[in-house]
């Protein structure tokens, strides 16, 4: 009886002890859990310690961009009405230039040359920044939106940090090129995420497609074909004011599966409709961009209709 006694009570405490290491076990493993999280997922705009290059053991399922969406653009109009005649003469002038520029093929590799064109001309001025904190919080941000489009046209996207004081960002060809006032505007990553999706949006959706279309088929023209193309381009500016909002809205398609926090973009359009000028029909028609606070308006009612988001 005392040998049986004695084996049980052996025998619990190896069941206690191995009861005792799992939790242990599991403890030190939710906390470096924790850890990563605290590091990969935190918005403010340093580097993380920890390489966010790592590779994981388990393989990571990537959510993608939702496609079920159709883009309502009702949010960008105007007591005037002045927005409603931008785009109906947005609508008629394009449909009056496609049977002049579909016969003009432009690929995903026509655009990423221009692109590549665009890099080589900032380098050569000693523009572009090719390392530091902010190179790589630019360049981490950009690998996790990229991953979340859904049936990417092929560009081989990459991001350069432009040392200049000009509060702008552009793309051309699948290069997203982020000036640093902007980078320095921004308050966290996620607004920074608002923007580089915006960019993604335009390779995307096809935007400068178009214009490459209009350049090459001007071309043939010679000086008149240039001065048709520099009218084109200043009499026509307020008709990209729709793509704009396009662009902001897939930009939010992409943020959305992140960990990135969706409404950011919001208070980014916020603070920049306070440096915007005051409303007015006449500027409105020549401006590229819509008003910042159509922005807002238009980001607030995508976000609530479609991800029942309130970002007011």
């Known amino acids: 009886f005392n040998w049986l006694f004695i084996a049980a009570i052996i025998a619990g405490a190896v069941v206690l002890i191995g009861v005792l290491y799992y939790v242990i076990l599991q403890f030190s493993m939710s906390g470096r859990f924790n850890e990563n999280n605290i590091n990969t997922r935190g918005d403010t705009l340093h580097v993380e310690q920890r390489s966010q290059d790592a590779v994981s053991d388990k393989p990571q399922v990537i959510i993608k961009q939702r496609t079920d969406i ?106 997203i090129f982020f000036y640093t006032e902007m980078y320095d505007f921004c308050e966290n990553k996620s607004e920074i995420a608002a923007i580089i999706g915006h960019e993604i949006g335009h390779n995307e959706r096809g935007h400068i497609t178009r214009s490459l279309k209009k350049m090459i088929y001007a071309s043939q023209f ?56 005051d409303y007015h029909p006449i500027r409105n028609i020549f401006r590229s961009h819509p008003y910042s606070d159509s922005r807002v308006d238009c980001l607030n009612s995508y976000m609530s209709t479609n991800y029942l988001m309130n970002c007011e």
Not at 126 to 135: D, P
Not at 138 to 166: A, C, M, S, W
Not at 253 to 264: E, H, M, R
Request: aromatic content about 10%; glycine content about 8%; some cysteine.
């Open 70 to 175: 159709e883009y309502d653009y009702s949010c960008m109009e105007k007591e005037d009405g002045s927005n409603s005649l931008v785009n109906i003469f947005g609508g008629i002038y394009n449909a009056a230039q496609e049977p002049f520029l579909q016969s003009i093929d432009v690929n995903v590799e026509d655009e990423e040359k221009v692109g590549d064109e665009a890099y080589d001309e900032l380098l050569t001025e000693g523009l572009v920044i090719r390392s530091g904190s902010k190179h790589k919080v630019l360049q981490n941000i950009l690998r996790d939106l990229v991953l979340r489009i859904n049936q990417p046209r092929g560009f081989d996207y990459k991001i350069h940090l432009i040392e200049d004081t000009i509060l702008n960002v552009f793309t051309v060809g699948g290069h």
């Open 222 to 277: 010679g000086t008149l074909g240039e001065l048709a193309l520099t009218f084109d381009q200043i009499s026509t500016t307020s008709f990209n004011q729709k793509q704009e909002v396009e662009a902001d809205y897939f930009g939010m398609d992409l943020v959305y599966p992140t960990n990135y926090k969706n409404c950011s973009s919001v208070l980014l359009w916020k603070r920049m409709a306070q440096s915007d000028d």
